[in-house]
C-alpha cells in the first residue's frame, strides 16, 4: 500500500527557533497534502491543507506567518514551525489522499514536537 | 461544518469480550467514513474504509457499518485481545469539502488481560 513518511520522528527544539518538519509520499504523488496537530489525549485537528504549485489554505485560527507550508513537489510538502514557543509543542502528523478510487487517506507516523 | 463525534471517551472491558465504539456525524452529505487505530505516541493505522454506498466493511475480526441516513457509523471487534488496547478515531470525508477529513475525538480501549 501507499507510504507516506516524515522525518523527523521526534525533534527538542528551544523557545525562538524554528523547526522544519517533511512529510513525503513514497510510492505516489500527491497534488495534496494535509497538516494535523494533535495535543495529548485530543483528537487531530486539521491545521492547513498543503497544495503543489500554490498558497496553502489555513483552517481558522491557525497562523499562516507561524506554521509555513511549502508544497515543493508531487511528492514533498514541509511544514516550518518559526519562533516556537512551548504552546507550540505538539504531535504533528502530514496525510496524503489516496489517488484511487477509494479516495481514503494515508497518514505519515507523525512527528513529535518539544520546545523547551 | 462537519462535527463527529465518539462515544464512549474510553472503554475497559475484559479479554474475549465483544465490544461497539460509536461515531456520530451532523453532515451525512459525506464521500465515506474511514476508521484509524493510534497507539500511545504514534501514528494512525487505517483499520476500515466505508463508501458513501456501502453498509459495512469487514477486516478480519472488525466489521464497520455505516448508516448515512442517521450519521452513524459502528465499529464492532469480535473476542477482543489485549493487542487490540489503543485509541479508535473515525473519520468523516464530507462532500463539499475536497479531500478534508473531519475526525472524531476517538475512544480510548483498554482490553484487560
Known amino acids: 500500500g501507499a507510504v507516506v513518511s516524515q522525518h523527523p520522528s521526534w525533534v527538542i527544539c528551544k523557545s525562538g527557533t524554528s523547526v522544519k518538519i517533511e512529510c513525503r509520499s513514497l510510492?505516489?504523488?500527491?497534488?495534496?497534502m494535509f497538516w494535523y496537530r494533535q495535543f495529548p489525549k485530543q483528537s487531530l485537528m486539521l491545521m492547513a491543507t498543503?497544495?503543489?504549485?500554490?498558497?496553502?489554505?489555513?483552517e481558522q485560527g491557525v497562523e499562516k506567518d507561524k506554521f509555513l507550508i511549502n508544497h515543493a513537489s508531487l511528492t514533498l510538502s514541509t511544514l516550518t514551525v518559526t519562533s516556537a514557543h512551548p504552546e507550540d509543542s505538539s504531535f504533528y502528523i502530514c496525510?496524503?489522499?489516496?489517488?484511487?478510487?477509494?479516495?481514503?487517506?494515508?497518514f505519515g507516523p507523525g512527528t513529535r514536537l518539544t520546545v523547551t | 461544518k462537519q462535527e463527529v463525534t465518539q462515544i464512549p471517551a474510553a472503554l475497559s472491558v475484559p479479554e474475549g469480550e465483544n465490544l461497539v465504539l460509536n461515531c456520530s456525524f451532523t453532515d451525512s452529505a459525506i464521500y465515506n467514513l474511514q476508521w484509524f487505530r493510534q497507539d500511545p505516541g504514534k501514528g494512525l493505522t487505517s483499520l476500515l474504509l466505508?463508501?458513501?454506498?456501502?453498509r459495512e466493511q469487514t477486516s478480519g475480526r472488525l466489521n464497520a457499518s455505516l448508516d448515512k441516513s442517521s450519521g452513524r457509523s459502528t465499529l464492532y471487534i469480535a473476542a477482543s485481545q489485549p493487542g487490540d488496547s489503543a485509541t479508535y478515531l473515525c473519520a468523516a470525508r464530507p462532500v463539499d469539502t475536497g479531500n478534508q477529513f473531519y475526525f472524531g475525538t476517538g475512544t480510548s480501549l483498554t482490553v484487560i488481560p
Open positions: 466505508i463508501q458513501s454506498s456501502q
Open positions: 496525510s496524503a489522499p489516496s489517488q484511487g478510487a477509494l479516495l481514503g487517506q494515508y
Open positions: 498543503s497544495n503543489e504549485g500554490s498558497k496553502a489554505t489555513y
Open positions: 510510492d505516489f504523488q500527491a497534488t495534496t
